[in-house]
């Protein structure tokens, strides 16, 4: 096993996680499962009717525009690039393409519940013409949102993201740099998800867009 020094630590010597502390695997696993239950819950909703079809659609927009970088920061991580990205603190227990396709099932879910704050705090009919409060919404919930699973990762030891110039570090948390590129990945991409939200909306009848 790597040592964090770069060493190697001797077999004799196993390393557990400390007591109460979810090891970088389990937290893969539960990342998978949740990444999973996410469109089937999405799909089970739309069936039921709880869901609109418009909302069915977001949801792969979601899922669209989160592969972009996604795809994307495969082939800059560890797999792939001799200088990555981002490096893995932790093992993913299955193939590491899987995980990058795994996280666009969150993405999607992600980009729905935005879409749900929009339709919560902003003027009704919502996501039918550009409105600059509900793009400042659903930025303002993709910062946060980013920041959160940033902090959950790097501090809980999966992945970490190296500094460049164009990619300075923000802060450190538990030893670990959160920096700017993730946070303005997801800048950008709100604006993106925005666009497909207000086209899916103006192209479907008002029966299936209805605020679900």
């Not at 893969?28 to 069915?56: C, E, G, Q």
């Not at 990205?85 to 590491?96: H, I, M, S, T």
């Not at 919502?126 to 920041?147: D, H, P, S, T």
Request: positive net charge; glycine residues 10%.
């Amino acid at each position: 096993m790597p040592a964090p020094g770069g060493g190697n630590l001797p077999s004799s010597c196993p390393v557990s996680a400390p007591a109460g502390r979810l090891t970088g695997e389990r937290l893969y696993l539960l990342d998978t499962a949740a990444a999973l239950a996410i469109p089937a819950a999405v799909f089970v909703l739309y069936r039921k009717r709880l869901v609109s079809r418009a909302s069915w659609y977001m949801y792969w927009a979601g899922v669209l525009t989160g592969s972009s970088w996604e795809t994307g920061f495969y082939f800059v991580g560890p797999e792939r690039s001799p200088d990555p990205f981002f490096v893995r603190n932790a093992e993913f227990p299955l193939p590491n393409v899987l995980l990058h396709l795994l996280h666009t099932l969150w993405d999607g879910g992600l980009f729905l519940a935005g879409v749900g704050l929009v339709r919560l705090l902003c003027k009704r009919p919502a996501l039918e013409r550009f409105r600059v409060r509900e793009l400042a919404v659903m930025a303002a919930w993709g910062q946060a949102q980013e920041l959160a699973v940033e902090l959950a990762g790097s501090g809980g030891g999966l992945w970490e993201y190296r500094p460049r110039w164009w990619n300075p570090v923000l802060f450190s948390f538990r030893g670990h740099n959160i920096t700017l590129a993730p946070q303005a990945v997801w800048l950008a991409a709100s604006f993106v998800f925005y666009l497909f939200a207000l086209g899916i909306n103006r192209r479907l009848p008002e029966v299936d867009r209805a605020a679900r």
